[in-house]
């Protein structure tokens, strides 16, 4: 029976007070609601109000993006139990209630979704509220701010309209700052505002604050599908079906005067993780001023000094909030003429060294155990720590041009660009560029994304831009105060200097430092004490081993230092491609006779050797898995005429014979042609020298080092059929066999296949009578399942998220749906024909955190991903372990 149905018999409940929910209701009351809720259970000084939930959210949706008849009933009762709460009236000149409409997805997503304070304002209620408070200037700058918000939130009418109007006025008026203004002046600038609105609009500001609400929430709700919210869940992990909550709260003002502020918070750093509370606030201003950063706040001793009682109620608070959630608190709280208010608590968004560091102190002061650490940790994040620095040598040789706030670690060097837009289009174009903004705003995150680096001139850290770029692990230099921006003609200055888009700087996210010109940014490093103690942590939990792809001993030395268990995947291709190494494999591929492929693979032996030789050398008796030549053979062929006559010369052939052969191997869906298997089935020689090459490498390293054991890993590509594999197995046994007896040795070696292709995963259980072991190579078997290339995707996938037909792509993210139930099938199928089947995954998708989740629960025995991926899938394996055991 659909919802609709069901209404008609069960009222619904679509909205809670504060006073009804906890923190175990995260799902229906999004976070922010929760923990408001939670809050208030504790008792601390938190504006009462109400959650309308995630469920009403998803109903708005389901409505065709209208709020039915019923949830707006309860909006209207819920304002009344909030009147009788707080003893004002809502829309009542005399005693106004004021209140904040704010979004709460159950996942935090600072800046990605709408926000409107000081609802329920008109010019009745301000010109009583100007008179009742002896603070006409406090009414007028709410108003203003409400008009602007809801005008922008609601009204989508840009924000630069009111922005240009506010700096007029402050060039009239001869000031600086927005809090340079007095009454008449905000007065007069509600009176433009309104005018704007008007003329944007073409009808006049709405007075009725019931009308108002409703136009609010909608555009809370509305927020949940904007496209910059959209990137965010996409990067992520949030699904759209979750919704977002919205909180209707009482407001309390930060900008009554010098006695009042507003503030964010955090009970340990969230750049180093140390134990020490931060905080910044801006006094005489409201909560949204300190997350968008258009004033540098103050440090937390600021309030130390003149309210120290306000001081010392948030150290308790802050303590308080640690321990109850046992883990580092980021807040939010306004001081209203001298009381402290509670405005929210999450777990703050910290950088990934912080993360480490806090969940490993966590467990030696014994607030959590080894299990809550490790799930604590974003995988993700991990890749921050391998983000580059500046080496100090060229420091000192490179002039520093200014200073701002370490908001984001790394190191950044390139282009300046002033836009978002530019940013993301530089970043398409390959170019390294760096976006330098007065602040950050939420519409900004495709091209805070793209950059190598987000420089701005104010806000501190708590800013949008140090948020975000700490979420995404960019780098980012805040606050920078001594920046002079101009937009409009695309400049700054900075320490003497003008830079014009185009220009070359560089900044150290981890200093704030910010200098003149290119630097070169060098890799990063995971020697750290807390990196080592929770991987060890998350060795021991995880059931899944962690390999990595390797083509080269450089990467796979790399990998192991960064904890990876043996090679899942060598592509013997790659390895053609260096040197002059590609001289004899395009010899062997315009070759007319088995006899002059031979002679050409006779030269490749040698070296393919050394290759094998290398790899099984540095892994030191771990697995090492080789996969025979994968591509198709057009993509060998030389294109530059210098190399198509030396071919020619070469093979004692034309340079017209030589274009004929390169002409005959061009195909017309690569992807699908001769390509994998099929080239050994077309030229059993291939299979035989590549066999040659593992085998004598494994025998000789083997033989230098009887401590090891080396059992070679053989994968045959592409097969689709149970015939194909047991053709290449046989031609490899019999050359094997023949190697190792001649060697008279006894050496053990596997023979396995890649599963890329559905027909495989469909026939498992005979696929598995020839092969030892199968590795998903999910790249190939994503494209061969949605039937499209991942090289050809961009030029669609964006109208898909739009259409919500995708939420991810699937060439990042597996798609479980499909390709993974047919890894799933081939698992059991294949595991029934042959228990002891070892299955792995060694396509990109081995080094997601989800799609690592995904292949605990199926039972691979191993991911396999790229070297610098090695720690995210080692935390991400001992996740889903934990999570699957509970």
């Known amino acids: 029976m659909c919802k609709k149905v069901l209404r008609r018999f069960f009222m619904n409940k679509w909205v809670y007070l504060f006073t009804e929910g906890n923190a175990n209701m995260r799902e229906l009351l999004g976070g922010k609601g929760a923990n408001l809720a939670e809050m208030t259970n504790l008792g601390l000084p938190v504006p009462q109000g ?17 709020i039915n008849d019923e949830i707006k009933g309860q909006i209207a009762e819920y304002i009344g139990k909030m009147e009788d709460i707080t003893g004002k009236k809502f829309g009542d000149k005399e005693n106004p209630l004021l209140v904040s409409v704010r979004s709460g997805a159950r996942a935090s997503m600072p800046g990605m979704m709408d926000t409107i304070l000081n609802l329920g304002l008109n010019e009745d209620v301000v010109n009583t509220m100007a008179a009742k408070s002896g603070n006409p200037r406090w009414a007028w700058d709410c108003y203003r701010r409400f008009i602007q918000m809801f005008s922008d939130v609601v009204m989508e009418v840009g924000k630069k309209h009111f922005e240009q109007l506010i700096d007029k006025m402050k060039v009239v008026k001869g000031v600086t700052e927005d809090v340079d203004l007095n009454a008449d002046d905000l007065k007069e600038l509600a009176s433009q505002f309104k005018a704007e609105y008007r003329n944007q609009i073409g009808k006049d500001f709405p007075d009725d604050p019931k009308e108002q609400l409703i136009e609010a929430v909608q555009a809370v709700f509305r927020s949940w599908d904007n496209p910059r919210a959209n990137v965010y869940r996409r990067d992520n992990d949030i699904p759209y079906s979750w919704g977002t909550a919205v909180n209707v709260q009482m407001m309390a003002f930060g900008n009554m005067g010098d006695t009042s502020g507003s503030g964010v918070a955090f009970t340990r750093d969230p750049a180093t993780g140390e134990n020490s509370f931060y905080a910044e606030v801006l006094m005489n201003a409201q909560g949204e001023d300190v997350v968008a950063g258009v004033r540098t706040p103050l440090k937390i001793e600021s309030i130390k000094e003149n309210l120290p009682e306000i001081y010392e109620e948030l150290i308790a608070i802050a303590r308080k909030l640690e321990n109850h959630y046992h883990d580092m608190q980021d807040m939010e709280f306004t001081i209203e003429e001298g009381k402290l208010y509670m405005l929210q608590t999450r777990n703050g968004k910290r950088t990934a060294k912080a993360a480490l560091k806090i969940a490993n102190d966590l467990v030696q002061e014994g607030q959590i155990d080894k299990k809550q650490a490790i799930l604590a940790v974003d995988p993700r994040n991990l890749d921050t720590l391998l983000h580059g620095s500046f080496d100090k040598n060229d420091l000192k040789k490179t002039e520093q041009i200014g200073k701002g706030l370490p908001a984001a670690p790394g190191a950044a060097s390139g282009k300046v660009v002033f836009t978002a837009e530019d940013a993301k289009e530089a970043g398409e174009n390959g170019e390294k560029v760096v976006l330098v903004r007065l602040e950050t705003s939420p519409e900004d995150i495709e091209g805070m994304k793209a950059a190598q680096g987000i420089l701005t001139a104010r806000g501190g850290m708590t800013s949008h831009a140090a948020v975000v770029a700490r979420g995404m692990g960019s780098c980012c230099v805040a606050g920078c105060t001594d920046l002079i921006m101009d937009e409009e003609n695309r400049t700054f200055t900075l320490g003497g200097h003008t830079y014009h888009e185009g220009d070359v700087i560089s900044f150290d996210g981890s200093t704030g430092n910010i200098y003149d010109g290119a630097l070169e940014v060098q890799a990063g490093s995971v020697e750290d004490e807390d990196f080592a103690t929770i991987m060890s942590w998350a060795d021991e939990f995880r059931t899944m081993e962690v390999r990595t792809n390797a083509d080269t001993p450089e990467d796979a030395k790399q990998a192991v230092e960064l904890g990876a268990e043996g090679i899942g995947l060598c592509r013997t291709e790659h390895m053609f491609f260096s040197g002059d190494r590609i001289d004899p494999f395009r010899e062997m591929i315009c070759s007319d006779t088995v006899e002059e492929r031979e002679e050409a693979l006779e030269k490749i032996l040698p070296l393919q050797q050394n290759d094998f030789e290398q790899l099984f050398e540095t892994l030191e008796g771990r697995p090492v898995t080789i996969r025979f030549l994968d591509p198709p053979l057009h993509e060998f062929v030389p294109t530059d005429e210098e190399d198509i006559k030396k071919l020619a010369d070469a093979k004692g052939k034309s340079v017209a014979q030589i274009k004929a052969i390169i002409a005959s191997l061009h195909e017309f869906n690569p992807m699908m042609g001769h390509r994998g298997c099929r080239l050994t089935v077309t030229y059993p020689e291939i299979g035989v020298i590549q066999t040659k090459a593992i085998i004598r490498a494994a025998l000789k390293v083997q033989a230098a080092h009887p401590e090891w054991t080396i059992v070679p890993e053989i994968m045959i590509p592409l097969i689709g059929d149970v015939k194909e594999m047991k053709f290449v197995k046989d031609i490899v046994v019999k050359t094997a066999d023949a190697e190792l007896e001649t060697a008279g040795s006894k050496m053990a070696y596997k023979v396995g296949t890649m599963i890329e292709i559905p027909r495989a995963c469909l026939t498992a259980d005979a696929v598995a009578n020839e092969a030892e ?76 955190p989800i799609s690592v989740e995904f292949c605990n629960s199926i039972g691979l025995d191993y991911v396999s991903c790229s070297p610098f991926r090695v720690p995210i899938a080692r935390l991400a394996a001992a996740q889903a372990a934990i999570k699957q055991a509970k």
């Not at 109400?50 to 209208?66: L, N, P, S, V, W």
């Open 50 to 66: 109400f959650t309308i939930t995630t469920e009403a959210c998803t109903q708005y949706y389901e409505d065709g993006r209208k």
């Open 773 to 848: 072991f199968f590795c998903f190579g999910t790249n190939d078997l994503t494209q061969m399942t949605f039937g499209f290339s991942r090289d050809d995707a961009g030029k669609f996938l964006d109208s898909y998220y739009d259409a919500k037909i995708y939420e991810n792509d699937p060439f990042s993210r597996l798609d479980q749906t499909g390709v993974g139930r047919l890894m799933e099938m081939a698992v059991i199928d294949g595991r029934k024909a042959r228990p002891e089947l070892h299955c792995g995954i060694c396509g990109e998708h081995g080094g997601d």
